[in-house]
């Protein structure tokens, strides 16, 4: 559906939102060590990248459960996906929100497929639009494109970006906001449009679910039993639909057997909300990388 945005000048547009790159996170492992996860078992809810997860943890010594809770499919229908690319072509943005990596990734997908002569377009318009990023994975994929975030969130979350963009002058200014699966994440549109903003979200991808209810009613029993030394959640969507299978109190009552490990604080808070307290998150860089080096630091044990 077309969004008609008021035309508006850009040449005022990197003053006005203030300079500054996006802060790289240190995502890197340290040298394998002596120290391993033998006689460990983690359980991983992880899906898109279960294999590469799971074997950091195996290098290790672990005995890793796969049990995803969730795979990540195109939006059904692309065509609302591919009006936001075009009007991003087109130059209707003055800024761009980017909330996850994976929706960067998928908005370029879907022009691979159905409209691969707006690439360059689509590229050249996102270079120029003042780029705001939630967290160290979106600007991964800007770089990987040649491209660096203008404003990184100062905390990976909704409130981040919020917090980052409160002090700026946002009247009449058209913004972008890629969104992670259906989720409408009306406090940050809201927030654009109570400072004077025009939004347009895109949502370029969606969760189904994976494994099915017996397996993570299996899983949930073998947590319960104390047969898992720790369970790491990669993504909020993940323990919702723990949840929605084996309700609220049982997967808090479970959970309570292991350490529960989070990527971010994202996953982090949703695992407060629900009276879950996470005992492990990486400190600086939210990605599978040092979210296995927490869990070696926590569980490792040296050979004797």
């Not at 790289?24 to 809810?45: D, F, K, N």
């Not at 995803?68 to 499919?73: K, N, Q, S």
Request: a positive charge; aromatic letters at 6%.
């Amino acid at each position: 559906m077309a969004i008609a945005f008021r035309v508006k000048r850009q040449r005022d547009q990197k003053h006005r939102f203030g300079g500054g790159q996006a802060r790289r996170g240190a995502g890197s492992m340290p040298p394998m060590s002596p120290v391993s996860l033998a006689g460990r078992t983690i359980a991983i809810p992880e899906a898109r990248a279960l294999e590469i997860f799971a074997g950091l943890l195996e290098r290790r010594g672990a005995r890793v459960i796969r049990c995803p809770m969730l795979a990540i499919h195109d939006a059904p229908d692309p065509a609302p996906v591919l009006d936001w690319c075009r009007a991003l072509a087109g130059g209707q943005f003055d800024a761009v929100i980017l909330l996850t990596g994976e929706g960067l990734r998928r908005l370029l997908g879907t022009l691979e497929r159905y409209e691969p002569a707006l690439r360059p377009a689509f590229l050249a318009a996102l270079a120029r639009a003042y780029k705001i990023t939630r967290g160290p994975k979106p600007a991964q994929v800007l770089r990987e494109c040649g491209l660096t975030a203008d404003l990184a969130a100062p905390e990976a979350t909704t409130r981040g970006v919020v917090d980052a963009l409160s002090s700026r002058a946002l009247g009449g200014w058209r913004m972008g906001v890629q969104l992670y699966g259906t989720e409408p994440n009306l406090a940050l549109t809201e927030f654009l449009r109570s400072a004077g903003a025009l939004v347009w979200p895109v949502a370029p991808y969606v969760y189904a679910d994976a494994a099915d209810e017996q397996a993570v009613r299996a899983l949930l029993e073998q947590v319960r039993a104390g047969q898992i030394d720790a369970i790491a959640f990669t993504s909020t969507a993940q323990l919702e639909r723990l949840v929605s299978i084996a309700g609220e109190e049982q997967v808090r009552g479970a959970l309570r057997h292991t350490l529960v490990a989070a990527v971010g604080p994202v996953t982090a808070s949703a695992l407060r909300r629900r009276g879950i307290e996470p005992q492990l998150t990486p400190a600086a860089s939210y990605f599978l990388k040092p979210l296995t080096a927490a869990l070696l630091r926590a569980l490792g044990t040296a050979p004797p």
